[in-house]
């Protein structure tokens, strides 16, 4: 893992300063592309973010899916229910519910490694669009929840087109918010457990307890996308939340640049404007898909943002040869 | 800084990709152009019908091209068809009306899918499209959506008549409906079994994991469960064809029907032949004895120089002509592919006509509150004792 | 019971096929550390190779499953070569990058074959029939030729030279390199072992079941819960866990229909992994 915490702090907040710019967009245009690739890139962008606090921690989660469909529902049924459509009390449940489901969910998942997690994390996925198929009475089952009124904020309707734009962008902002705080308060903790955990076990750092910290947040950064998807469909449906969705959000993290919130941002921008180029190629659309991620994954295995960050160190490096490394911070 | 061509480069790649498509589709327009948009699945499962549905565009435009382009007015212009890959998601339904809003394309076939149609019709409402779609979900029209038609009828329409017929012939007093665990399955599932059940006979619902490729189990839980018949329309193709083989493995002997979109084809591939099913009853849902279908064959070879579809994805192709043709009728009409409102009036008063079954009519009124589902003739097949009876054309009453 | 033997056949049927598919798998797994997600894709080419033979090239269908598992052996290590080799210790990058050719694979197939099923037919037809249950003989082949393929494969492994060297990199790829076995011809010979298993087993199993482009999709998750479920890396595991998943299947999908059934038997997985966490068969020490 580089030394640059500095450099890597910078990118980070680069990461959210990448994500402003797109409140702008609904409330300065009315192109629907322009719109409708705004929200698409809002709700991926705060996917991928939940992948990205497991990634600090050297850990792949495929449970993104899940806890997005444990968060859509459980804000579509509150919402429908009549009891509020506040968009804060909406975040508020679409954050807790998938963040409590996770607590015990973690205790018995994190203590697998690697491929195992990997495994496990997608299987939950499956079994969770089983479960919502047979619970037909309480989520709608293969027809899900359809007529979810949107949001409203102490009386705003938050119904038109625009504002539903903007509200995917406002729990995009809030996600990324919480995932630089969570990554940035306990980085140190995420890095040594990344980096070796039987290390880090013997300096006493509590792995457990980190590990199920990282995964809570995962799961409730999740749990903001699915509101942030349900609330734009007004629909809370099972083919929202497909297992196969989560190779998309990874792959926004690994196009982009896993190793900074910056990379999240750009790699999810720059996917969903090319799915949405592809899908006008209609069945070539998979094809194109995959040749993006091989060509991407190839010249840069560490994303976009990575690679340039390594070219930039080549290029500082040759310029400054006699420079002496940096000096380490230790934190106890 | 050096962040800044980082930045740049994002929001720079962004804007070269959204210019180059604004501008390509700008300088169409000037060559007099009616845009034709198809909504459906064209990756993944469900492909077969999504790619039908374009390819029935596809025909349709070429077809109409072929005679110098659709009158507009005073002149005529050249239709062209916009694809796009809606991936049977809500998500991907509310991406294709976005998409089609920025190409100003008002017009659309499809979508396909329930989940998709779901997505799609609250955005198109808000940018003004219309569209046909195919699925057999419950409320598929309604008055809210004065925009949305319906290509074809669901269940809930001919099926009390074919169920009765096919009643009338066979003598099932129960019947297992199997479906896949997804819209797909349950939309048709849920009104056979109200359907078959208000006629007598004892249903029961059998979900399989979709993506099943081996159904043996499925088979031995069916011959475990010996019912009279079963219900297979909702399924895929494929996996018809797949259940019936190892079925026949299994040594099954009952009745099959299919009231749905599946067909004959699957089945008795599945079964190895004609002479191999004992008892077999299918929805047409056009009739492909009609002499049409083989003009359509004909046609079809001449302008795509390309065999035709295969049989069983014959009737969706069709079907989606249908649609197609009643909406491009209706943009010549009003003599604009932008209006709306003057094209789903054109509609609306139209007798619904196709080149290859004649007339038709509108329907829907009692059921969804809305004149807008087509009304053309669909066909009972029956096939008994090995040899095929023959197919019972049946009238589907215009409202 | 007529119904439980028949649903024991049933589920060794099943077993038999995951266990082709999975022994793949897990070697590329075990000994790259690879996660392969176009193992589907070689799969279902193999299908595909093989159908081309028998229709357009008129062989007999046994030359077409030899020519199926040369073509996927060969394909599997050229792509190995090219796109894998160089990103072998980045497990995660690996992944997307074979994530991707199945992508770019599937859409191959449809633009080649088309969307729709083709109609590949297993030459032999008809099932042996006893007392209250039935065997179709297609089954019976496929599970003599996964005996053999199994024998085959624990010969390699287990008693030649490069089976050794292969268990040596497997174990502790570091030391391995230091007595001098070379990393770089060892990956991609296992790879087109282990994709040209999966061509075969798609070679002779699509016949029976069906061949559409995306047929490789389900065969990767029943592949991926198999290979877990043994542990990682055991080919003992694998076949032990196949037989396992594919009983449990059968009479979860005959008793509780096919959806619950699905939910029963992930639902048991994921039950037997938390007990033990590494598989069945697998080694507690490794990091996967």
Redesign the interface.
């Given at each position: 893992m580089s030394p640059h915490r500095h450099r890597d702090f910078?990118?980070d907040i680069?990461g959210v300063a990448?994500v402003l710019p797109l409140l702008l967009v609904p409330l300065f245009t009315t192109?629907?592309?322009?719109?409708?690739?705004t929200y698409?890139a809002a709700i991926g962008v705060s996917a991928a973010m939940a992948v990205y606090v497991m990634l600090r921690m050297g850990l792949?989660s495929f449970t993104v899916p899940a806890f997005m469909a444990f968060g859509g529902y459980a804000a579509a049924m509150l919402a429908k229910s009549g009891v509020t459509t506040n968009l804060l009390a909406l975040m508020a449940v679409s954050f807790i519910v998938p963040a409590l489901v996770a607590i015990p969910l973690g205790t018995?998942?994190l203590?697998?490694?690697?491929?195992?997690f990997?495994?496990?994390t997608?299987?939950?996925n499956?079994?969770l669009q089983?479960?919502l198929?047979?619970t037909p009475t309480l989520t709608g089952?293969?027809?899900?929840i359809?007529g979810v009124p949107p949001a409203t904020l102490f009386g705003i309707d938050l119904g038109k087109?625009a504002l539903l734009v903007v509200v995917t962008v406002v729990v995009c902002i809030v996600a990324t918010l919480i995932t630089l705080a969570v990554t940035q308060r306990w980085r140190a903790e995420f890095t040594s457990i990344e980096e070796n955990e039987t290390l880090a076990e013997s300096l006493g750092v509590a792995v457990w307890k980190y590990r199920t910290i990282g995964f809570v947040a995962s799961a409730g950064v999740s749990g903001l996308a699915g509101f942030s998807?349900v609330n734009?469909?007004?629909?809370a449906?099972?083919?929202?939340f497909?297992s196969w969705s989560v190779?998309s959000y990874?792959?926004y993290a690994?196009v982009g640049g896993?190793g900074t919130m910056?990379g999240i941002a750009?790699g999810s921008?720059?996917l969903i404007?090319?799915t949405?180029?592809f899908?006008?190629y209609?069945?070539?659309?998979?094809?194109?898909?995959?040749?993006?991620?091989?060509a991407v994954?190839?010249a840069a295995?560490s994303g976009l943002?990575g690679g340039?960050v390594q070219l930039?160190d080549k290029f500082r490096s040759r310029s400054r040869p006699a420079a002496a490394a940096p000096v380490q911070e230790k934190q106890a | 800084m050096?962040?800044l061509?980082?930045?740049f480069r994002?929001l720079a790649?962004?804007v070269l990709?959204?210019s180059c498509?604004t501008a390509a589709s700008m300088a169409w327009a000037q060559d007099c152009e009616v845009k034709l948009g198809v909504s459906g699945p064209?990756?993944g499962g469900a492909?077969a019908w999504?790619?039908a549905a374009?390819a029935a565009a596809e025909f349709e435009a070429a077809y109409v091209n072929e005679q110098g382009g659709l009158p507009m007015g005073n002149r005529k212009c050249k239709v062209k068809v916009?694809?796009?890959?809606?991936q049977?998601?809500?998500?991907?339904g509310?991406?294709?009306?976005?998409?089609f809003?920025?190409e100003n394309i008002r017009i659309v076939a499809g979508p396909i899918g329930?989940?998709e149609v779901?997505?799609f019709r609250?955005v198109a409402k808000?940018?003004g499209q219309i569209n046909f779609s195919n699925t057999y979900?419950a409320g598929v029209i309604g008055t809210e959506y004065p925009l949305g038609f319906h290509a074809l009828q669901s269940p809930i329409t001919w099926g009390p008549i074919l169920v009765k017929e096919a009643l009338k012939r066979f003598k099932i007093q129960t019947l297992m409906i199997i479906g896949a665990?997804?819209?797909g399955?349950?939309d048709g599932s849920k009104q056979l079994a109200k359907l078959y059940g208000e006629q007598g006979v004892k249903t029961q619902e059998e979900?399989f994991?979709r993506g099943t490729t081996n159904f043996a189990p499925i088979a031995q839980r069916i011959m475990a469960a010996k019912p009279d018949a079963i219900e297979i329309a909702t399924m895929p193709p494929a996996d018809a064809t797949q259940l019936v083989r190892q079925l026949m493995d299994a040594g099954y002997d009952g009745i099959i029907g299919a009231l749905g979109g599946l067909g004959a084809p699957p089945v008795i591939q599945g079964a190895g032949g004609v002479e191999k099913l004992k008892a077999y009853y299918w929805l047409e849902i056009v009739p492909v004895t009609e002499p049409g279908v083989d003009k359509f064959k004909a046609d079809f070879e001449r302008l795509m120089k390309a065999p035709p579809p295969p049989e069983h994805m014959l009737p969706h192709v069709m079907v989606g002509l249908n649609g197609d043709q009643q909406m491009l009728r209706a943009v010549s009409l009003a003599g604009t592919d932008q209006d709306v409102e003057k094209i789903a009036a054109e509609l609306r008063k139209m007798t619904p006509e196709s080149r290859y079954f004649g007339r038709g009519g509108w329907r829907g009124k009692a059921i969804y509150g809305i004149n807008q589902e087509l009304a053309f003739p669909v066909g009972l097949g029956v096939i008994q004792n090995g040899k095929r009876v023959g197919v019972l054309r049946v009238e589907i009453p215009a409202e | 019971m007529d119904s439980l033997i028949s649903t024991g056949l049933i589920g060794l049927s099943l077993g038999t096929q995951y266990a082709l598919i999975s022994i793949g798998f897990t070697l590329i797994?075990g000994i790259m550390g690879v996660?392969n997600f176009a193992h589907g894709g070689f799969y279902i080419l193999g299908g595909y190779f093989a159908f081309t033979a028998t229709t357009a090239l008129g062989m007999p269908y046994v030359a077409a499953v030899v020519l199926a598992t040369l073509a996927t052996a060969v394909l599997g290590y050229v792509i190995e070569m090219i796109?894998v080799e160089?990103?072998v210790a980045?497990?995660?990058?690996t992944m997307?990058?074979t994530?991707?050719?199945?992508?770019?694979m599937?859409?191959?197939i449809?633009?080649s074959y088309g969307?729709e099923p083709a109609e590949f037919r297993f030459p032999v037809a008809g099932s042996f029939r006893g007392p209250g249950f039935y065997v179709p003989y297609a089954n019976l082949i496929v599970f003599a030729v996964c005996a053999a393929a199994i024998a085959g494969v624990y010969y390699l492994v287990f008693r030649t030279r490069y089976g050794i060297a292969l268990r040596a990199m497997a174990d502790d790829g570091p030391v391995a390199r230091a007595q001098g076995i070379p990393p770089a011809k060892m990956f991609p010979m296992a790879f087109a072992i282990a994709t040209g298993l999966a061509g075969l087993t798609g070679a002779l199993v699509t016949p029976i079941l069906a061949l559409e482009p995306h047929g490789g999709e389900s065969v990767l998750?029943k592949a991926?819960?198999v290979v877990?479920l043994g542990g990682?890396g055991s080919i003992t595991g694998a076949m032990v866990a196949a037989f396992g998943v594919g009983v449990i299947e059968a009479y979860s999908s005959v008793y509780l229909g096919g959806?619950?059934g699905?939910?029963a038997l992930?639902?048991l997985?994921?039950l037997i992994?938390?007990v033990r966490?590494?598989?069945l068969f697998g080694t507690v020490a490794r990091?996967?």
């Open positions: 910078k990118l680069w990448l192109s629907p592309l322009l719109n409708s690739l698409q792949l018995l998942v203590r697998l490694k690697g491929v195992y990997i495994f496990i997608f299987i939950f499956e079994i089983l479960i198929f047979e089952g293969s027809d899900g359809s087109p998807l734009m469909l007004s629909t449906h099972p083919s929202s497909a190779n990874i792959a690994f896993r910056l750009v921008l720059l404007v090319m949405n180029v899908s006008a209609a069945h070539l659309s998979a094809g194109l898909y995959g040749i993006l991620l091989l994954m190839m295995p943002v340039v930039v | 050096n962040r061509p980082i930045l994002a790649r962004g990709v959204l498509g064209m990756t492909s999504g790619l374009k916009y694809p796009f890959d809606s049977y998601t809500v998500a991907g509310a991406a294709a009306s976005n998409y809003a920025s329930g989940p779901t997505g609250p808000r940018h979900m665990n997804d819209s399955g349950t979900y994991q | 797994f996660v796109f160089k990103y980045d497990h995660l990058a997307l990058i994530l991707g050719i199945y992508q770019i599937t859409t191959g449809v633009l969307a998750l991926f819960i877990i990682l959806s619950k699905a939910l992930f639902v997985v994921v992994l938390l966490p590494q598989g990091k996967a």
